[in-house]
């Protein structure tokens, strides 16, 4: 038995209520009696070609919502407010650390997204085609995600700071007709050569017959693959209206890492993901349209799909977005942005406010955060100290007086929107990310799918779906089953949970061996399939280890091959970085690498990590009965 942690609960101060709108206890209640009613409620506030008039139909572990209606989320998040006086507002303000800057209303976007997709049609594209965008971020990855979607294609984001086999693998398994990326993207101020990427990644790839590149740095000099599209030959082609599909079409493919194998490419839909994406964009994060709204995530990940594209634009807000570090060129950068377009809600990772917290308040003086309402935060852990700092010094303080409100909240990429959260106008449980949402009947269990008493460590699982969920894992629908039959209860997370008294969440962490580094999804197979890929590495363990800035780093065991142990002092470990940053990218670089001469392994030949764990924590290794040896 695990006990909860017990911190206090902070209660949040008129000053900031008053700023509010939403009553998330009267929408609680509604989904409660109704669900179905509830969600078609919601789902009358789009764009529908063919309004739905069913909710849920569900035939574990498959589901549909809204399947008798027809839509293309492309009308709720650009024609709807491009046909009136919505047309003439920002719908993104784009920033990079070169000082670039675009301002592009949802007229100019609309248009762009027409013409971008007319193009994408001329080269083959149609409904159902797999398109591979692997775009730095910038209006033009946005485009790109828009201009398929818009044509019924499914679009899949690679994040640009993956290497050349990710990308390979995903291309492969996604079955990309069409790839899109850029020359060049920055991060602190060094270029990163993405077509260099790309055009090795399709080497080998026949199935590929496009490459669209868009060039930022026209007197680049290089070789082109024979299969290379200029991205400006795109718009030259006029434009392209939105293509009707059903509500359960695919919209995109989105790769998480799992505990084993390749990463998984999860599929979401046009109808039930817009919905619920946009309802907790304004429910659980207070964003109106007009707001302007600043996400500091990418692109290639969750957060960026929902809430950089998606979700705002079908509200009609304004979305801010940065390519680059948060503290380059200086620290004060982040919050002169946040002063000068007088951001209302901050979208951002614990491991960023950890970094503010690190280079401490003087980085905020001068600078005037008061436009800020809500300051939300997910992806990893928000440790109680963190949130107390980004209260205290972001929000405005602790009592009467206060501007805004820190807010965590929890979700996956197989989710696809928020599902536990801390709504603004609850109390705060500083370590516990909050209560199930709106249309959402979370539980903790054991693994017989018992609901456990409060304060007893288990499961965190879903009862009945929510219509932003994953409808299947592209070309594994056993994997896809296995999340909801592996435990009767429901759809199991992954993730270890315990609740309190008040009905509050904390997410322990997870069940399996899925590493989670600054907010990203890495699984430990990938980094070791990378490590062993090393002409010195015969085999490797890796495993997570708590970072004061990360929340997790990568420390990586290693067993050499015969013949390399000499060349332990003389640069090996920084060549064996070196590859798995090449394969992977950056952030499943192992922080540190041990040379070992075994590993600990159960007789039927399973590392067991936890061992490894507890040796690098100083912790009791538990039950070791199944160690071999």
């Given amino acids: 038995m695990t006990d909860a942690p017990r911190p206090d609960r902070w209660f949040v101060p008129q000053s900031v209520l008053r700023r509010l709108q939403g009553n998330p206890d009267a929408d609680i209640e509604a989904a409660r009696r109704d669900p179905d009613a509830f969600w078609l409620d919601q789902a009358r506030t789009f764009e529908w070609t063919k309004a739905p008039t069913t909710g849920l139909t569900w035939d574990r572990p498959h589901m549909q919502w809204f399947a008798d209606g027809e839509t293309n989320i492309t009308l709720s998040a650009l024609d709807r407010h491009a046909r009136g006086e919505a047309r003439t507002r920002a719908a993104l303000i784009w920033l990079s650390e070169t000082e670039e800057a675009q301002v592009i209303t949802y007229g100019m976007l609309h248009e762009r997204v027409e013409r971008a997709a007319a193009g994408l049609r001329a080269l083959g594209v ?42 390979r693998d995903r291309i492969t398994d996604a079955g990309a007709r069409v790839v899109i990326t850029a020359d060049v993207g920055y991060r602190r101020g060094k270029l990163v050569d993405l077509y260099a990427i790309a055009s090795e990644a399709i080497a ?36 392209a209206g939105a293509v009707p599909v059903n509500a359960e079409h695919p919209l995109y493919v989105l790769y998480t890492s799992g505990s084993t194998g390749k990463p998984k490419g999860v599929i979401h839909t046009h109808g039930g993901y817009m919905v619920a994406s946009t309802y907790h964009l304004g429910q659980l994060f ?31 807000a304004t979305v801010l977005f940065r390519e680059g570090a948060p503290d380059f ?78 807010i965590d909240h929890w979700w996956q990429t ?23 949402l709106a249309g959402v009947d979370a539980d903790v269990v054991d693994e017989q799918g018992h609901s456990l008493p409060d304060g007893v460590q288990g499961h965190l699982v879903l009862r009945r779906p929510t219509p932003g969920m994953m409808r299947g894992i592209h070309g594994n629908p056993e994997k896809y089953a296995q999340v909801w039959t592996e ?13 309190d008294e008040h009905g509050y969440i904390s997410i322990l962490g997870r069940a399996d061996d899925v590493l989670n580094v600054a907010g990203h999804r890495i699984g430990s197979a990938d980094v070791e399939d ?11 363990a890796v495993i997570g280890v708590p970072d004061d800035l990360k929340g997790e780093s990568i420390v990586a065991h290693v067993i050499l091959r015969r013949g390399f142990e000499d060349q332990v002092g003389r640069g090996l470990r920084a060549s064996i ?38 040796q690098a924590l100083g912790q009791d290794p538990g039950d070791l009965t199944t160690l071999e040896g």
């Fill in 204 to 239: 080998d790839l026949g199935g590929v017959e496009h490459l669209v590149l868009w060039e930022r740095i026209k007197t680049y000099q290089r070789e082109h693959d024979a299969r290379t599209v200029p991205w400006e030959s795109l718009f030259t082609h006029g434009r």
């Fill in 286 to 316: 207070d964003v109106r349209a007009g707001d302007v709204f600043f996400c500091t995530s990418d692109i290639g990940w969750i957060v960026g799909h929902s809430y950089i594209v998606y979700a705002p634009l079908a509200a009609g």
């Fill in 126 to 167: 149609t409904a159902g085609d797999r398109v591979v965008i692997y775009m730095p971020l910038t209006p033009e990855g946005v485009i790109a995600m828009l201009a398929c979607a818009r044509l019924g294609a499914v679009h899949s984001v690679v994040y640009a700071g993956l290497g050349v086999g990710a990308l």
């Fill in 577 to 614: 970085s070196e590859h798995v940053r090449r394969e992977l990218g950056p952030i499943a670089t192992p922080g540190e690498i041990r040379v070992v001469t075994a590993l600990p392994k159960t007789r039927s030949g399973k590392i067991m990590r936890r061992v490894l764990r507890a």
């Fill in 530 to 540: 990378a490590l062993v890929a090393h002409p010195a590495v015969a085999e490797a």
């Fill in 329 to 406: 060129p200086d620290p004060g950068v982040f919050w002169r942005t946040v002063e000068r377009y007088g951001v209302n809600v901050l979208f951002t990772a614990p491991t960023a406010l950890r970094l503010f917290m690190k280079l401490g308040p003087d980085v905020l003086k001068g600078h005037d955060l008061s436009s800020l309402r809500v300051i939300a935060c997910a992806g990893e852990a928000l440790n109680p100290e963190a949130w107390r700092w980004a209260q205290e010094h972001l929000a405005g303080g602790l009592e009467e007086g206060a501007h805004a409100v820190v």
């Fill in 487 to 499: 435990n009767p209860a429901g759809y199991l997370s992954g993730d270890l949970a315990v609740r």
């Fill in 414 to 436: 197989e989710l696809g929107a928020p599902i536990l959260g801390t709504h603004p106008r609850w109390p705060a449980r500083p370590g516990f990310v909050g209560r199930p």
